[in-house]
């Protein structure tokens, strides 16, 4: 891990003048023209230069002295929800979390995850299916990741979108049609497998198209395609684009299927949206979904995750470069977790009395 360093100013003080004192000896030794001591002068030249290395190398070690913490947040895409929230996630931990430097990175789910198992000083976004696959070494991943949840927030909705004169009112009505999937192992392509599963069909059913939101939503508006599934937070700006000049239809899952989608993920919840979250949607609608966590790798110290755990829950009126911000709370972290905890975090939750 990177970190800033600040020098004791009487330790370096001994040091560089032991330095000089050794150089100098080298310096005059060097100009020695005495025929007799030039051995016993290389093997003294030599000794002092292996005395001068170990003092300088040794520096860091006996001298210097951790003073800050640099860190990166693996984020979303550019534009993206996650982007933007993350924002405020780095502007809030650097402002209230002491010692600790941090800047936003772009990424993506996947990728996020792999990024954080690799490296100790990166924490970052993904969604609750990939971190539960990544520590169980199951779907994406091959071998069981070193990751922990820091915090747990918003939910991600998993939408299956199509327009009122596409004539589709249920997931069997995709059979034959094109349908976006999302981009591949992506949240929606994770949604377009999980629930045409449920309903006893693959891609060979559809005519799958691996199109990202914004694609989905312009494919759909020109009729390119039938219907889209799209996995994000909500409210989606390029769905809410898509509901200002079409007549937007979202198929909801029955549920019996939801019950059957979660026996095989147990990640899945429902959650609901609010009526009016688009344009022509005049009833609240239960969605299925998971959460989105924010994930350290497990080489995180404790005093890092415990500050950054801290600094995001007393200040969570700062999260509001989307409104999903909104989800980041203690409460919402305190509750069971089917991934492993950060110690950091676990210690900030029993101070508030919310782990035993």
Known sequence: MRVGVCISMKTCHFTFSVCSRVLQFLLQSEASDVKWEEMAMKRMRASARVLLFALVVGLPAAAWSADSVRLSMASGPIGAAWYSLGSSFVQVIQKKAPGIIITLE?????????????????????????????????GEFDKKLPLQALMAGHPSHAYLITLEDMGINSVEDLRGKAVSIGPPASGAETTARMVLGAHGMTYNDIKAKWLGTQETCDTLRDKIISAGFIFSGSPVPAVMELAVTHKLKIITIRPEMVKKIQEKFPYVGLDRLPAGTYKGQTAPLDMIAWDTYLMANSQLPE???????????????ELVSHPAGAYWTLEKTAQKMIVPRHPGAERYLREKG???
């Open 303 to 317: 005093d890092v995750g415990y500050k950054i755990v801290k600094a995001l829950s007393e200040n969570t009126q």
């Open 106 to 138: 772009a990424g993506a789910a996947v990728k996020n995850v792999r990024v954080i198992a690799q490296k100790a000083d990166v924490i970052g976004f993904t969604n609750l299916d990939l971190a539960y696959d990544a520590v169980q070494g199951t």
């Open 354 to 356: 919310l782990l035993k």
